[in-house]
């Protein structure tokens, strides 16, 4: 059935005088298509290669010079009909549209992101649950490690402790950290900040900070810290000064306070509403004005302070999106001044491109991925064609920067663990990371889940990793991550090469993928189903399966049931 097309459009600024427009079409049967180019009085014409269908929407694309200001429309040939997509819409004129897309340099920022984070393989880390490096530092209440995690209590674990165990991350292959907050807090996971430019003294100080630093870069490993901007704890020593004096604080408009005096307790969940905005109702995280110039000043300070204090490497920003939106163009631009190659990713659970745009976040936490994966490996709810239809979505939802450089997750402090998911099955979490550590962007695993740590939902993914418990260590899937992080490494394709996918079958529930780039190129396929199945190669190649090491000199190759094949076929 043929469908009259509805079309959007993208245009992503590469900077040195290029630019990538892509078209977006509903048409199932588009012919072919175009963008047509003028500036300066020359009219040019570029083919748009297809990118192919997802979802029901056909994808296309050209780049195009474009060193100053011009003029630009696509022509499609579809359903039988030649159109014209133009700012007034569809339009079927023989002729050439008098209305025109415009393009202005300056107006779409070119932006590059980190070329480390490429390469990179994140570890999360939340400091209280890794490990206690030093016991003289500990809470008054810290509890015996390994208790059962609950919302308030402490185990003692700090940045000494990270620092005692940077063998085990460099011997897993880890080339960058993601610490949840560090500053100083009442809470064991830090979300409440008192004092945004001081460490927590449970875990530590600037001394011990800058040593853990400086001892990941002798490695090759990066440190990203948690920036928690859009609220700070009802005890930070401004929203004090608020509840003490009013509005005669110099802080009142820091908050949007709603009535005064403020109460000391509230009997309820969300009580505090009343009195002033705080996040999800908690009283004990007042929402901060950005409408104030003071705040935005104070946390472009705080934004810069770690980056060039500590030397650290970029910021996870937590519920970004609950942060006027103003206020991220001018915090990119501080922290690339601080360090030009630091990493900004924000914790977005959804469709992330209003920050993607190349003037305020490199990329986001990517939790479509988390889902999709999910969904296809652990719940089963997702065929294999929805799978591929979800993956190349989101790439295609996103500037080409951006998708080299995703957060691509399983886990974090925000969900069940992996296995948790899986209900125990480790095939499922062997076929999840595959998947994982061969897709475009940075994997990142939550510390613990490469051992098959489990939990459910927030405390319960916030235990204690049980250096001292062999038992609940599985090194056979410790040595499977180990040993996909390294494929990764040694693989250009793996991560930053093209993505084609080649097998995409619901019934056999196989999904193969190509990655290439110059020099090296690898097929991925990921059997889900309970039964062997045979993939067919594209063309008689030489090959070498990584993951087990056999020789491959074939058209097929078949994939052991539940499990995944790597390939890096020879050039």
């Not at 990493?343 to 305020?360: F, R, S």
Request: proline share 6%; aromatic share 14%.
């Amino acid at each position: 059935m043929r469908h009259e097309p509805q079309s959007r459009r993208f245009v992503n600024a590469l900077g040195n005088g290029r630019v990538i427009l892509k078209l977006q079409s509903t048409c199932d049967a588009i012919e072919g298509a175009h963008v047509v180019w003028r500036d300066g009085g020359t009219e040019r014409k570029y083919e748009l290669a297809r990118l192919g269908n997802v979802n029901g929407n056909e994808f296309f694309s050209a780049t195009v010079p474009a060193i100053r200001s011009g003029e630009y429309i696509f022509h499609v040939e579809a359903c039988g009909q030649p159109r014209w997509f133009t700012p007034k819409g569809l339009e079927f004129n023989s002729s050439t549209p008098e209305k025109w897309f415009c393009y202005e340099p300056g107006a779409q920022t070119p932006f590059e992101t980190p070329a480390w984070v490429r390469d990179a393989v994140f570890y999360q880390i939340f400091p209280d649950r890794f490990y206690n490096g030093d016991p003289s530092n500990d809470p008054a209440n810290t509890e015996p490690w390994g208790t059962t995690p609950a919302l308030r209590n402490f185990m003692g674990g700090d940045l000494k402790g990270i620092l005692d165990k940077l063998d085990y991350v460099s011997d897993l292959g880890i080339s960058a950290l993601y610490l949840t907050p560090i500053f100083k807090s009442t809470s064991n996971h830090k979300y409440d900040t008192v004092d945004y430019f001081t460490v927590d003294e449970h875990f530590g100080d600037m001394a011990v900070l800058r040593q853990l630093v400086e001892a990941c870069h002798e490695r090759g490993i990066r440190v990203v810290l948690d920036a928690v901007f859009n609220h700070c704890s009802s005890l930070h020593p401004y929203f004090l000064d608020v509840k003490q004096k009013g509005r005669e604080s110099r802080y009142w408009n820091w908050f949007f306070i709603k009535k005064w005096p403020i109460p000391d307790r509230f009997a309820r969940h969300k009580d505090a509403l009343e009195w002033y905005e705080c996040w999800w109702g908690f009283h004990t995280l007042p929402k901060l004005n950005y409408s104030n110039p003071e705040v935005e000043e104070y946390f472009l300070k705080v934004a810069q302070y770690w980056l060039r204090e500590a030397h650290t490497d970029g910021w996870r920003l937590d519920v970004p999106n609950e942060v006027i939106q103003t206020f991220w163009p001018k915090f990119r631009h501080v922290v690339k001044e601080a360090n030009p190659e630091a990493y900004i990713v924000g914790e977005i659970w959804d469709d992330a491109t209003p920050w993607l745009a190349g003037d305020q976040f490199d990329a986001v936490m990517n939790y479509r991925f988390q889902k999709a994966l999910l969904g296809y490996f652990a719940d089963e709810t997702l065929d294999t064609k929805t799978l591929d239809h979800t993956l190349r979505q989101i790439m295609l939802d996103y500037p080409e920067q951006t998708t080299a450089v995703m957060f691509n997750l399983l886990g974090s402090h925000d969900t069940a663990r992996p296995m948790t998911a899986v209900k125990g099955d480790v095939d499922s979490l062997k076929l999840m990371a595959a998947a994982q550590m061969t897709f475009e962007g940075a994997p990142c695993i939550y510390y613990g889940d490469e051992i098959g740590m489990e939990g459910g939902k927030d405390p319960d993914c916030r235990r204690c990793y049980p250096w001292d418990k062999p038992a609940l260590q599985n090194r056979g899937l410790f040595g499977y991550y180990q040993k996909l992080i390294a494929i990764r490494k040694a693989n250009p394709a793996l991560r930053t090469g093209t993505f084609r996918p080649i097998v995409v079958d619901n019934e056999r529930e196989l999904y193969a993928y190509e990655r290439r780039v110059d020099g090296n190129r690898c097929i991925v396929a990921l059997n889900r189903s309970q039964t062997p199945q045979t993939i067919e190669l594209p063309g008689q190649i030489t090959a070498v399966e990584l993951l087990s090491g056999q020789s491959v000199k074939a058209a097929q190759w078949v994939v052991t049931a539940r499990h995944a094949a790597i390939l890096r076929v020879a050039s």
